[in-house]
């Protein structure tokens, strides 16, 4: 089973699980899927994992990611629904976004909320080309995608139980 964040062309966002991806490819090609909030089958995948560890141009993307670092003393509310995503989900792809946030966390730079200007500044080449990952908004995200910079989201879920 997989996890896919989607969201439909009005923008709304949910999760949903597919058997693998080839299912939710063939799905989605015959408009299978219908948007959990408004129900238009025009929808498609906001979750991309980071492809990390490769060396070149895929080493330097940037990822960013859904919920802010757990260093906050009470958990956000969107620390709390990815705790408890997290806890639903099944324990190999608990395990498997656990190695990718270890991964992310070793390979590149966390830039906290200033993941939008940073992806924006590498990708006009003011800054450094490196791995970066933070948190940003949606509406950010949408602009960084309208925009042609390539990132991955991924849910930063708690470590731990
Ligand atoms: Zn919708």
Not at 86 to 102: C, F, H, S
Request: net charge neutral; charged share 35%; glycine share 8%.
């Amino acid at each position: 089973m997989i996890l896919y964040r989607l969201r439909c062309a009005k923008g709304h966002e949910f999760d949903s699980w597919f058997k693998d991806s080839k299912t939710y490819e063939r799905q989605e090609k015959k408009s299978l899927i219908g948007c959990a909030v408004c129900g238009t089958a025009k929808v498609e995948r906001a979750l991309m994992a980071p492809r990390i560890g490769k060396k070149g141009k895929d080493a330097a993307l940037p990822a960013a990611v859904e919920a802010p670092a757990e260093a906050t003393a009470t958990p956000s509310a969107e620390q709390q629904q990815m705790a408890a995503l997290a806890r639903q989900m099944p324990k190999e792809l608990r395990e498997a976004l656990l190695k990718v946030r270890a991964e992310v966390e070793k390979n590149c730079e966390h830039v906290g909320d200033k993941f939008a200007e940073e992806a924006r500044k590498i990708h006009y080449g003011e800054s450094d080309k490196r791995g970066i990952y933070g948190e940003t908004s949606d509406e950010e995200a949408e602009a960084l995608a309208e925009e042609g910079i390539e990132f991955g989201r991924l849910p930063w879920i708690p470590r731990g139980n």
